[in-house]
Structure formats: C-alpha cells, structure tokens
C-alpha cells in the first residue's frame, strides 16, 4: 500500500526531548520503519521548522520524509500551528491529486485537520489516531491548558468523519464513542517498543551510593506527575530517584522538583539527568530497581514498554494506556490513587524482595516482546489500513461470508 504519514508537530527526524518531541515522534518513525519493512511504500508528511531542511529525505529505515511549507520555517510551539494547517492540506491536496495514497494516517489532532481538507476533494481514506485528546486534556490541566479553544470541537468532526479511528489504548475508545465515533469505527492498536534496543540484556549505568534506585523518565511538565514521585521517596529510606527529561524551556518545573525535594528532606537523594541520549536510555534501565510512572494521565506511555523490556518491573499510577500495558501483579503494580503515600507503599515491597523483582520484570520482558514489538503492531496497523480502503474492505467482507 501507499501510505501517506501526516504528523504535523512532531518529525521522525527530530532529537526527541525538545520541546514537542516525545512519544509521538517516535511512535511515527518506528511505525513507518517497520511499515516499510514489509514493502509498504511510506510517505511522512511534517511541517518545515528549519530553512534548511530539505524538501524530502530518504531515511535509512526505507521510507520518505516531505517537509511541508505551512508557516514560518522556523520552530513553533505545537499550540500555536492550527492558523498554518489550512496551507498544509493545500500542500497535501496538490500532492495527492498528483499521486494518490491508498490511505492517510494522521497522527494527532492538527494532522487531521489537515488530512481531511485534503482527502475531500482527492478521496482518501483518512486513519486518525489523536496520541492525545483535548477533552482528557481540558479535564485533568482545567485553565492551565494552553490548546487552541476550538481543538474540542474540531476534533469531534475529525473523529467523526474519518474512516477509521485508531485508539491506543481501551480507555480511549470510552473517550471516543462519549464524541460520537461508533465502536465499529474504533481499531485498538497500542504503541509499541523497540525491544532490538530495550532489552534485559547489556551494561547499566553506574549507580549512587544509596542501595536502591528508583527512576522516572518524560518531559519536565507537572502533568507527568514527578512531583508524586520525589514527594514518595520521602517514605523509601536508603533510595535514589534518578528523573530523566527536560529542556531548558521547562527549567522552572526542574527548579520546582528541587524545592519540593529540599522541603520534603530528600535532595540529597534526588538526581536531575536533564535530557539524556536515546542510546543511553537502557542502561538507565537496566539501573533501576523499580520504573515509577507516575502521571496524572497518560494516553499512552512509552516508557513503562521500555522499561519491562530492559525487564525491570514499573509501578504506575493506573491511567490511560497503562492501564493496559502493565500487568498488576505480574509485571507492576498499577495505583489507582495520586497521593506519594500509595505509591511509596507499592514500590516497598519491590525493593525489599529481590526475587519479586527479579520475577515481575522478567515478566514484563517477556510481555513486552510479544504483545508490543514494533513488528506486530505494524502489522496490526496494516489490517486497519486495509479496513479502511473501500477495496481491500470489500474483499476482506467477501472473504468472510
């Protein structure tokens, strides 16, 4: 299939931990590879953020990368692209008249905007996945949140008119269908994790003096719930907590974190890495006793897949994807409460029982091989894909009658 990647923020090219550059930017990249990979024919589309960048890149991985004029040629806070996205489909509709996909998957809620004043007039079937919904948004940052006023809105029509909704977790589909997208419509594919890289395997990083660690990994935002975390280790004597993440843009939430730990008596055991290379991430892992997820919520959560694939158990708060991706009991404990003091009783007993951690992180490395590897959720992809192609869906209905 030809398949066109809309994901207007966030490039597979870009250095993931700047700002706007997280899950999402992977999640694209690994997807298209692995598309790819089985002789699909990927077409990225992301807007130019850099007067230098070339209009089109071939990535090693096998698949195309078009950096699309919408807007100024320079960096934009993601909230500030719907007034561009009106330019991006015009460049959108002109490419595809001239060569149609046989399908477009946009990524997050701004790509749909623009895939579907594109697809109208050129008949493309448009898959949406949102990484993340205003509504969900609006209800846990209230007046903190920064998204265009109209996101709501619009994203109730995208969801509603495009063909196939592709939900990353089951707690999303209840979101979904609460905006009016019929259950037929919604496919689960979860994230995945790249478990060639993340695995239990390798050396780990060096390590405090304190005889347990405890590690915490995503941008420096109050919604990724550090905070309860740094608040815990005031309850898990003889530990360290190593937080991962940030730029400089969010140095006043990292400055925040430090008065917190100072207030609560544990600065001493709380270190602040910053952004940290990607290829230095699993020995990270593979330092830590326990992965704490700690966020007030998560559409998905890449970071408890990359830790139970380095096979270290994670304790999350019981949010979003992770509902579904840690196993309770087997490969983590899921808290359905934000208070430290819960959190902190969850990650006790896991470094006080070496087998216990030794069993449920060999448990989530397993789970993460098999349910989350990059291969099976391509493929999975794929099969929405071909429900969504008014052709490949009527054979797929012919050949189960």
């Not at 997807?31 to 077409?43: D, F, Q, V």
Request: proline residues 7%; aromatic residues 4%; charged residues 20%.
């Amino acid at each position: 299939m030809k398949v066109a990647m809309i994901s207007e923020h966030a490039s597979p090219l870009a250095a993931l931990g700047g700002v706007d550059a997280g899950g999402q930017n992977v999640h694209v990249a690994a997807l298209s590879a692995a598309l790819a990979e089985r002789g699909h024919e990927i077409t990225v589309y992301t807007r130019r953020d850099d007067p230098d960048a070339p209009e089109q890149v071939t990535t090693a991985d096998g698949y195309r990368v078009v950096h699309v004029p919408a807007g100024p040629a320079r960096h934009l806070p993601k909230d500030e692209l719907l007034p561009h996205m009106g330019e991006f489909g015009a460049f959108l509709r002109d490419r595809w008249s001239a060569a149609r996909p046989d399908v477009a998957h946009a990524h997050f809620w701004m790509s749909g905007l623009a895939a579907e004043l594109a697809a109208r007039d050129v008949e493309v079937p448009v898959v949406q996945t949102f990484h993340a919904l205003g509504t969900v948004k609006r209800r846990h940052q209230g007046a903190a949140d920064t998204s265009p006023p109209a996101r709501i809105r619009l994203e109730r029509m995208i969801a509603t008119r495009a063909s196939r909704v592709v939900a990353t977790c089951s707690d999303e589909v209840f979101e979904l269908t609460r905006m009016g997208v019929p259950r037929h419509r919604i496919s689960v594919v979860p994230c995945g994790v790249d478990t060639g890289t993340f695995t239990p395997d390798g050396p780990a990083a060096a390590r405090g003096p304190c005889p347990h660690r405890l590690l915490s990994v995503g941008r420096m935002v109050p919604r990724k719930g550090f905070e309860i975390a740094v608040r815990a280790l005031a309850a898990l004597p003889d530990t360290e907590l190593v937080v991962v993440g940030g730029t400089d843009a969010e140095r006043d939430e990292a400055d925040r974190l430090r008065s917190i730990a100072a207030e609560v008596g544990v600065a001493q055991r709380v270190t602040m890495l910053g952004q940290v290379p990607r290829h230095a991430m699993p020995g990270l892992f593979r330092s830590a006793d326990v992965v704490l997820c700690t966020p007030w919520y998560e559409p998905f959560g890449m970071v408890p897949l990359e830790a139970m694939a380095c096979a270290r158990p994670v304790v999350a708060t019981a949010v979003g994807g992770m509902i579904d991706s840690v196993a309770d009991g087997v490969t983590g404990r899921l808290v359905a409460s934000l208070e430290p003091e819960a959190i902190a009783e969850a990650v006790r007993p896991l470094l006080l029982d070496d087998a216990l951690r030794t069993a449920w992180g060999a448990a989530g490395a397993a789970r993460a091989r098999t349910r989350y590897g990059w291969d099976r959720i391509a493929n999975q992809t794929a099969a929405v894909y071909r429900q969504a192609v008014p052709a490949l869906a009527g054979e797929i209905a012919s050949a189960a009658r």
